[in-house]
C-alpha cells in the first residue's frame, strides 16, 4: 500500500508542480517590456510546447513515428486565415460575412468569425485530417509510417505553396501561395478587449499559457487512462495489445486525431499571432523541429517535453542567432541561421549519444533503452490492423 | 446506467449453473498456409464446455499457428471457427477478445514497460468503456470504473499469487514465474469463458508446474473456465487433461483420452521418427 500512497503523492506533486509552473510563467510578462523580443519569443515558445504535447500523443504515447506533423500546423493556420480575414472578399457581394467576429477589422468583406469558433474549427478539421493520414498507415510499422507521414506533410506543403493557382469557384483561391494570407484577425476574446500584437504581445502571452495549461492537463488525464494505457500498449507490443482486446485501427487513429487536434490549435493560434498566413511556413523542417523538442526532452515524458520544446525554441531564437557571426571570425561567409537544422541534427546526435533517453525521461522509455526491452521484437508476420 | 452493466459483466461468471451441453468452440476444417508452407492443414477441432483440453505435438507442428488463427491474430485460409454458437472466422482479435476468448503467448508477451497492475488494467480494455471524452473530463462514472478495474486487477494478481509488493513493478523486472502469473492474470481480466494457455509451464521446475496444473483445474472449477493448453511437458498434459489432440506437420494425426493417444502408434513415430531403417 505504501508504494500506492506514493503514486497518489507523486500526483499531487505533479499537480503542484504544474500550478506552480504556470503561475510563474503567467507573471513573467510583467518583468518585460510589452513588444520586447523576448516577449515575442516566449510567445512563440509556448505555442511550441502545445504542439511539441500534441506530437507526444502520437509519437510517445502511441510510439507512431510521425514526420508530417507541420501538416497541422499548415491546416490550423489557414482554418484561422479563411475564417478571420478578407481572403474570401467577394462573399456576400463583398460586405462580408461575420460571426460574432472581432469588433475592430483592416477590412469587413470576407469571413470573420469569433476565435474561439474558429480554435473549434481548427480542432475539428485538424482531428479528422490526423485521423484521415493515420488511415493509410495502419499496416504499416515503425519507419514506414514515418515515410508515409513525411510524405502527407510534404502533399500539404505542396498544395498551400502552389494553392494560388487552385481556383475555387469564379473569385476565390485555395490559397495566397507564397503572398500569404494577411491580415489576419487579431483575437478578441469575449469579455477582454482585443488584442493587439502591434501594443501590447502580453494578451497573447496569456492566451498561449492558457493553451498550454489546458493541453498539459489533456495529456496528464489522457495518459493514466483507459485510452492512454492502450496507446502505451500498442508501443510495447501490438500483437499483444490486438490479443488483449485493444481495437488497433479505433486507438491508433485517435492517437493520430488527438495528435492532429492539438496542432491544429496551435496552428490557429500562430495564424492570429503572426497575422498572416504564409506557405513558407509549412517546411518539412518544421516537423523535425517539432520531433526533435520532444526527444531532447524525453519521449512520452509530459513535463520532459515541455523542457525540450521551451530549450529548443529558446535555442533557435537566441542561441543561434547570438552566435551569428562566429563563422565570420573565421573568414567564413554564411549566416549560422541557415545552418540551424544542421545544429538540431547535430544536438540529436548528441543527446544519442550522451543521455538517449532525453533531459526528463519517463520511467518506461528510460528502461526500453537502457536495457533493450519493448517493442516489436519477432513479429507474427500477418497480424492484422 | 453505464457503469453498472460494466460492473456485473465484470463479475465472475455464475458457476452454479449446470454445465451446457455441446462444444464451446468449434472449428471445422481449418487450414493456414504462409505461401507455399502449410502451417495447419484441414483441422477439424471442438473443445467441450468446461473442459481442459490439450493440443500436442512436435516443433514446427503448428500448435501456435493454430492458436494464431483461433484468436484472430491469423486469418484462416479456409474452414469456420464457431465460439459459443458464433461465427468467429477471421473476426478481429479485439472482438475474439472481448466475445470472450483470452492468451497467453509461448514467449511472454508483457508489456514491458507497464506495471503489473497496470498489464492487468490493459487486459480488460474490451470491459471498460471510457472514450477520449470520458478519459480527458473524467465523470464519475468515468473514476468509478478506473477505481474498479483498478480494484479488480489487484484481486486477480492477488489470485494468480503475486506479491503485494510487486504489483506496481515493472513487468520486465519481474521474475520469470511472476511474469507468467502476470500473464495469466491479464488474460484473466478480459472474462473470458476459453482461456488458451501457450505452454505455460515452459521454464518452470516440476513443483512449480504441478503447482500451475493444479491452478488450472481450480479455474475451471471456480471460474467455469474452458481451458485449451499447449504444452510439452507430458506430465501435465498427461494429469490434466481430458483430451488430447495431437497435431504433426499442421494435421491432426490423433486425438482422445491420455492413454489412447499415448499407445497411438502414429502419434510416437511422430515423436521418435519411423522405425525399422535398419
Known sequence: MRRLQ??????????IVAVLAIGVAALVPFFFAPLSTFMNNAVLALAYVVMALGLNIVVGFAGLLDLGYVAFYAFGSYT??????DFFAYIN???????????????PAGIHVNFLLIMVAAIVICAVVGAL???PTLRLRGDYIAIVTLAFGEIIRVFAFFGDDIHLGKHYLLTNGRQAISPVDQIDLPFLPQFDSAFSLRPYYWFALAMVALVLFINFRLRDSRLGRAWIAIREDEVAAASMGVPLVKTKLLAYATGGALGG????????YYNSVNANQFQFGFSIFILAMIILGGLGSIWGVVIGAVALSFINTYVIPSLNDVPDQFGLDFDLTTLSFGIFGFLIVLMMVLRPEGLLPERRRRL???EGMGAGDEQLFEVRA | MSGEDAVARAAPPDVSAGVPDGDILEATGVSKSFGGLVAVNDVDFAIPHRSIVSIIGPNGAGKTTFFNVLTGLYKPSAGRIVFD???????????????GIARTFQNIRLFATMSALENVLVGQHTRMRAGLIGSILRPPWVVGEERRVRERGRDLLAYVGLELRVFDELAVNLSYGDQRRVEIARALASDPRLLLLDEPTAGMNPQESAALTEFMETLRDDRGLTILLIEHDMQVVMNVSEQITVLDHGEKISEGLAQDVRRDRRVVEAYLGTQGED
Open chain 1, 80 to 85: 484561422v486565415g479563411w475564417l478571420a480575414s
Open chain 1, 368 to 370: 526500453e533503452l537502457t
Open chain 1, 265 to 272: 490549435m496551435a496552428g490557429a493560434f500562430l495564424g492570429a
Open chain 1, 133 to 135: 493520414i493515420g488511415l
Open chain 1, 6 to 15: 506514493a503514486v497518489r503523492q507523486s500526483r499531487r506533486a505533479n499537480r
Open chain 2, 85 to 99: 454458437g458464433r461465427d468467429i472466422t477471421a473476426e478481429r482479435p479485439d472482438k475474439i477478445t472481448a466475445l
Open chain 1, 93 to 107: 457581394g463583398g460586405r462580408g460575412m461575420h460571426i460574432l467576429g472581432p469588433k475592430l477589422l483592416s477590412s
